[in-house]
């Protein structure tokens, strides 16, 4: 098993990532998405393998999956969290929380093909009473400031815009609860008219309240549906043996879509297994998610 430096280096040397700019125009394409926790490089550092060793294994991950458009949540800025990601996935830009005046916060972080996509606006909201006040919390008492980080882009395949958000949704009750709404009030002016892609840590089972929120709540006009339930064989992917046990019903990470009356629908969605390292260890506490969807 090579270690995670050597795996990125010879990743790296495949030279997987941004294809060279097209003048001409490009059809539609299939949208390969990905959102994944990573796991901060200092959370839990004694169950789980270094972070040097975890880019490694996170440069794996996104080249065999090799998403258009990634959610990513719990990065910070310690140890170049986010410049490190993009050495691991190549010809990506990374959109985050920065603003004069405030420290950066990549919390949660979109991760975009540059190749494919031009970033037409962007902003964030936090998942808080005040949603445009930086850093604010009060949905739960403790609460981490937890925010949506959300992108208009313009597809280069098809020349379509539309609308990419990733979330990080706190773990305290009643947060949950209260920020799916604020989602979806902020989420439904472009749902009227662009096709929409939600990812994230929602830190909400499908049982559980926040996402039958965000799946049959229709207020604002419309409701999320997951990825998971439009594919036709949703499953896992992995390298162990024996098989691992994977128990979809108790799943935390999603991709949502909606949006413009548009009919998704999803090839395929994947929860990543992979097993890393001398210890056969998982690269974060979460599993990546990766769905491709397609629209007409």
Known sequence: MKTGAALLSALLALGCGEDPEDPVPRP???LRVMTFNVLCSLCKTGEYDPWDERLGYFADIFARHDPDLMGLQELTPLAGEVDALLVAAPGRGALYFQEEGWPPYP????FYKKSRFEVLEQGQYWLSPTPDAPRSTGFADPQLPRLVVWARLLDKAGSREMFFASTHFDNNSPSQELSAPLVLERTAPFAETLPVVFVGDFN???SDAAYQTLTTDESHGFAFQNAYDLAPSPGIVEN???DPSYDPASRIDHVFVAGA??????TSWAADLYAYGEKQRYPSDHFAIATTLDRP
Not at 261 to 266: L, T
């Open 28 to 30: 539609a394409e299939p």
């Open 261 to 266: 009356g548009v009919a998704w629908s999803a």
């Open 107 to 110: 919390d949660a972080a979109i």
């Open 240 to 242: 162990q043996d024996p």
């Open 204 to 206: 909400s089972q499908p």
